[in-house]
């Protein structure tokens, strides 16, 4: 994969993370000229010549690095190691876009840690979408060699890129080390690179999940003989949103037959593509929020032509406000998916027993509601704005927070209650396309299902 400041994708970040992609260096031509023009500036210069935060005005004569040390603090669970090393992809790519005016030398460091399976021990809680600074103060220090690295080859998934030919030399396993000069520091730090590759993780993700929903809405369609005509051309062109087109021209394909044995169906199927449409419009905005920040030099200061340029582009607002209106989307989408395997339970839709059941009385796969609908009240939790909220610290100058840390946090624990309803759904309606079985134990026909729609390891 190789990374050049201006074309990373969600579905990149994601491979490198989890499927072993190796990445290389287009050009540091970006970097270095930042890095050259930051060398002349003179004058106050945040970060640079000054202290951060309230002590933006304190001129430091010899600024040392512990702004990297006083900055490494967090709590709660370590993340995963690939979360930590897409945090790694994006934070180099942003770097490749130049601005940043870091010396460039650190970028092919950067690559030779991705690639060697070095990742810094990040913890969960820290950061508030104005930058990840304990989390990059972190890896700075692995660089430096004051804090060891966590260190495990990158795993290769099932549609990783190919592994390396046999005879491939094995990869020089020595820590990766860089001797940050006091002026890189807060350069190196100033980024919410951690909190993108969540949310990337989180979009390529959820894409396979929302394509997933139409595969299990399809069979449901069948079970319970629903009507087509909803899904017609003629409809989705007399309300031309993009997603619910979409979704309806699928789910069309998927169809076998123009089934229609009542005149208006519930709204599970009426207005499926409507709903889902929406969610997946929601997830494409999300998407570009995310990939344009990827791309982005959203340093603090910027350098830029032959000045430092401060600013406030490393506010998280556009990214968290997608991410809160996705989650939004992804509750209605699971409701939905409740709403018919509520029908697939009842034998006016299904002409089979109630429950699914093999003979009156029984239970059948009664219970499927009652993980279904625990796992749509996460869903809600978790959809829970954090955009509403705000913080005030470093005495008053810092005097607003995004929150998107949490939204990419919450995104991804959104993967698994959504998976969870769609496979009750997923399990009912191949009861109700099947012969129904004696009662018996569901656990295992619903992991089949969450494999079915998932192929991937979790987040």
Known sequence: MELDGAGLTCAQVHDAAYGGARVTIASLDRARAAWATARELTGPVYGRSTGV?????????????????????GAGPPIPAARARAMLVVRLNQLLAGGSGIDPAVLPVLAEAINGGFTPPIQTYGAIGTGDLGALATTALCLLGELPWHHEPPPLSPDATPPLPPGTPPIDAAEPRFPFAPEDALPFISSGAATLADAAIACHRLRLLLEAVIDVAAMSFTAVGASAEPLAAAVQEARPHPGQAAVAARLRGLLTQELATRVQDPYGYRAFAQVHGAAVDALDRATAAVEIDLNAAAENPLISGSLAWHNGNFHSAP???????????????????????????DPAYTGNHPFLADRPGSSGALILEYVAQDALAELRLLATPVTTGTAVISLGTEDHAGFATQAARNALRCLEPLEIVLACERTAALRALNT????????DDLTTSRHALTPHPPP
Request: hydrophobic letters at 50%; a positive charge; proline letters at 7%.
């Open 436 to 443: 129904p079985t004696p009662d018996r134990p569901l656990t």
């Open 319 to 345: 990214l968290a406000l997608a991410l809160d209106a996705l989650r939004a989307a992804l509750v209605q989408t699971a409701q939905l998916s409740t709403a018919r395997l509520a029908t697939l339970m």
């Open 53 to 73: 935060g309230a002590n933006r005005g304190v001129i430091l004569d010899k600024p040392g690095l512990d702004l990297l040390r006083s900055h490494v603090c």
